[in-house]
């Protein structure tokens, strides 16, 4: 019980500790962007043409995020789970293609010639 327990309060700590880090990396992403922003109002551009051009030097903010994020770890199990939650989106909305799918991707073992196989019709 006490193992379990102490499980639970390590995912929450890991839960909590990715989304302040996560909070951290957009302030840090914001602040860039405004400071390039204010250095350039200062040389003498527009306001929302200095935000503009900020945007566009600093480059693809997602991607920027994501690869930072890729550094701190574990960004393949939250991919296979973003996989698997979509692979069975997918399947709960086509039943029919489910229900031929699933028998040839998992097929009944050859002992059991009592069931009939979807591939053997």
Known sequence: MRKKRIGE???WRVRF???QREEELEEEVRGHLE???RQRVERGEPLAEAK????REFGNTALVKEITQDTWGGRWWRDL???ARYGLRILKKN???TAVAIPEVFPI????RGRVQ????
């Open 9 to 11: 309060r390590r995912r």
């Open 17 to 19: 500790w990715r989304r």
């Open 35 to 37: 400071m390039a922003a």
């Open 52 to 55: 503009r051009a900020a945007r």
């Open 81 to 83: 789970l973003e996989d």
């Open 95 to 97: 039943p029919g293609f």
């Open 109 to 112: 073992p050859r002992g059991h």
């Open 118 to 121: 979807i591939g053997s019709l």
